[in-house]
């Protein structure tokens, strides 16, 4: 089985602030991570992936993340928050078979 | 190129009715997903697709809810007898191959209100 936490429901960041998205998955085979944005009224759209290759992933729109097997966690962060980065976020897994487990989401709210 | 499109955009229905919700997936994927996004569970997996093999239906909630892809590219996902907690996005989502590193790309949904 696999699963996945996302710590806190609510982000509020000021504009130009550091945005640090936590996730932690478990899982009980070698996992496949992704983070996805969903902005209103919108489908999911990738942000980044990681697939055993490097542990820093880079994704779109300045994210990053790190995949740190000790700590099972996948946080994403972005150096320098924009007002346009106000969305929900998603951490999902893939362990056995092609679905993806999701977490709870992360809304981020970026005050000007 | 064009994304993955789902239809009706919108849609509700009375408790009871059945309803019928369609998804196109990017030309030439070979596999298709189903999600819902509910208030009370989040995110959760209802059924995939790949190629000619049987399809992996162990999200479906009940035997009300089912699903199928004709000629390997359209998708339909069925409701019968509607209840008020199918009320939900349903999303669905595609990918070129059922590989588990491949990305999987998602539609703008279909919002089910169900009175």
Redesign the interface.
């Given at each position: 089985a696999q699963s996945v936490t996302q710590l806190g429901s609510h982000v509020s960041v000021s504009e130009g602030a550091l945005v640090l998205l936590r996730c932690n998955y478990s899982s009980s085979v070698p996992p496949?991570l992704?983070w996805?944005v969903q902005y209103p009224?919108?489908?999911?759209?990738?942000l980044l992936?990681y697939?055993s290759a490097a542990t820093l992933v880079k994704g779109i729109n300045g994210f990053e993340a790190e995949f740190k097997k000790s700590e099972t966690s996948f946080h994403l962060t972005k150096p320098s928050a924009h007002m346009s980065d106000a969305a929900e976020y998603?951490c999902?897994v893939?362990a056995a078979?092609?679905?993806?487990?999701?977490?709870?989401?992360t809304r981020v709210l970026v005050k000007p | 190129g064009a994304g993955v499109s789902q239809s009706p955009s919108n849609k509700v229905t009375e408790k009871g009715k059945d309803v019928e919700l369609r998804c196109d997936p990017i030309s030439g994927h070979t596999a298709l997903y189903w999600y819902r996004q509910s208030l009370g569970q989040g995110l959760e997996f209802l059924i995939y697709f790949q190629g000619n093999s049987a399809p992996d239906k162990s999200g479906l909630p009940s035997d009300r809810f089912s699903a199928e892809r004709t000629g390997g590219s359209v998708s339909t996902l069925t409701i019968q007898r509607t209840q008020q907690e199918d009320s939900a996005v349903y999303l669905c989502a595609s990918s070129l191959r059922e590989v588990s590193t491949d990305t999987q790309y998602f539609g703008p949904g279909t919002r089910l209100t169900v009175l």
């Open positions: 496949y992704f996805y009224n919108q489908g999911l759209q990738l992936k697939t998603f999902a893939k078979g092609n679905k993806l487990t999701f977490g709870g989401g | -």
